[in-house]
């Protein structure tokens, strides 16, 4: 079945309700102002529309007009490329490079370890979680260095680290003792109308907004 006329004329982000790949699109869509249709997704149970548009059936999926992209990375560079205000990217290739290496081990080391505390057994959340905290731990000098993630604005960086720290307290791992440049990071990204914004009712409910 071919994408709804509907969905060809907007932009149209499959989502589910409370997943940090999926939350980090949802943050650029925010930063950028952009307006989309949301439809949210179970992964286990997913639309007929997802399986026919994405051949993983997988969130986060973004469709606009014939254009049909999957995995998060790959979605928000292009919407950084296709929305470039403001952008979210640094201008020189190193700083880009830089941030691109950090993204991708967002990617493999921190977010398995978000899922298998959301979805694994006890024994393996209890791992995850051990694992999660010293990263957490072990990256302390790296929000220490700069106002944002490696960098001295918000980058594309933090749209996939934020999401990861905004959770952190409802997975039951708690910041380390020098921790204070992590919970400064999360209150500058949290305090921003479009952080909130970002958020499905169930991550709203996951902790409270600075106030």
Not at 94 to 103: G, I, K, T
Request: hydrophobic share 40%.
């Amino acid at each position: 079945m071919a994408a709804s006329p509907r969905m060809r004329n907007a932009l149209t982000l499959f989502s589910s309700v409370d997943d940090v790949l999926c939350h980090r699109v949802r943050l650029v869509l925010a930063a950028k102002g952009v307006t989309y249709d949301l439809i949210t997704v179970d992964p286990k149970d997913p639309p007929e529309d997802l399986i026919d548009l994405n051949p993983y059936h997988s969130v986060p999926t973004l469709v606009e007009r014939d254009l049909v992209l999957y995995a998060s990375s790959v979605v928000t560079e292009y919407l950084d490329e296709r929305y470039p205000h403001p952008p979210l990217m640094p201008v020189d290739p190193l700083s880009r490079a830089r941030l691109r290496l950090a993204m991708l081990r967002l990617e493999h080391d921190w977010v398995p370890e978000v899922r298998a505390i959301q979805t694994g057994t006890k024994a393996q959340a209890d791992a995850a979680r051990k694992r999660l905290k010293d990263l957490v731990t072990a990256s302390v000098p790296l929000f220490k260095a700069f106002k944002f993630f490696l960098n001295a604005e918000m980058s594309l960086a933090d749209c996939a680290m934020a999401p990861i720290v905004w959770r952190l307290e409802s997975l039951g791992v708690p910041l380390p003792k020098d921790g204070k440049a992590i919970e400064d990071y999360g209150n500058r990204i949290f305090r921003n109308p479009g952080f909130t914004r970002s958020l499905t009712p169930q991550e709203r409910n996951l902790r409270d907004l600075p106030g």
